[in-house]
């Protein structure tokens, strides 16, 4: 098989199949019970559905922004308004560190294998590095709506420039700046998971949720990647510390 025959090739970045979402929706729902216990859970659940429609009111315009995205923008609603109910209880921090954890284990647990097959990639005709590339820019280019996306593309090396994310810009408008982080959280804990697979190194020197006025992703061949990175317009020894 070739990798454009793979199902998840071309897909947006949000168009997981059906089994990862429900695996992602068991270990969501698994960190509510234990954080709010069997019973507990239940007014968390009520105080969430409440929370989005009092979202929708008070921020028209920006659910407007949000619906234009498609059905799986639906998604940031629910969890712009989980952070508020557990912000309300816990202050901001702790509620942003509670679906930070939450979201990292999802991306390691099921959410990133999922997302580029990365099962079915490696039987892929072809060397599976280059695959990997392939699958990559493929997918960003699906997810136009929600990314202004460059690509360089070398032997050894894909970069993929973020001009524009559409997830701090929401975040911002719902006034949850916390969230537009959490995809990036959700990349820092998934990528580690797939790398080897894919003969692949991950660094991420800037995103513009946490302060760049662009992301930068950098695909390296696995042994390839050089002993210095560019941060904040300075040449550094790179350490996995860095990526954000």
Do not use: W
């Given at each position: 098989m070739k990798v454009e025959e793979l199902s998840q090739y071309g897909k947006s970045l949000n168009g997981l199949p059906e089994d990862a979402l429900k695996a992602q929706e068991r270990i969501a729902m698994a960190e509510i019970r234990n954080k709010y216990g069997f019973i507990g859970r239940i007014p968390f659940f009520i105080k969430m559905f409440l929370e989005q429609r009092r979202l929708k009111r008070t921020y028209p315009e920006a659910h407007a922004q949000l619906m234009s995205h498609g059905p799986e923008a639906k998604e940031f609603l629910m969890l712009a308004a989980m952070f508020n109910v557990a912000a309300r209880s816990d202050g901001r921090e702790r509620a942003y560190e509670f679906m930070k954890a939450m979201f990292q284990k999802v991306a390691a647990e099921a959410g990133m294998t999922a997302m580029y097959q990365v099962d079915e990639l490696v039987e892929c005709e072809g060397d599976v590095f280059d695959n990997f590339k392939k699958f990559n820019v493929a997918m960003f280019e699906a997810s136009s709506d929600m990314y202004q996306a460059r690509f360089e593309d070398e032997t050894d090396r894909l970069t993929i420039i973020i001009d524009r994310?559409?997830?701090?810009?929401?975040?911002?408008?719902?006034?949850?700046?916390?969230?537009?982080?959490?995809?990036?959280?959700?990349?820092?804990?998934?990528?580690?998971?797939?790398?080897?697979?894919?003969?692949?190194?991950?660094?991420?020197?800037c995103t513009i949720a946490k302060g760049s006025d662009h992301c930068k992703f950098l695909f390296y061949r696995k042994a390839t990647a050089p002993d210095t990175e560019e941060v904040d317009g300075h040449m550094v020894k790179w350490e996995k510390s860095l990526n954000r």
């Open positions: 994310c559409v997830t701090p810009e929401l975040a911002s408008a719902f006034d949850v700046p916390e969230m537009g982080k959490i995809g990036c959280d959700f990349d820092l804990a998934g990528y580690p998971t797939i790398v080897d697979d894919v003969n692949a190194e991950f660094r991420r020197p």
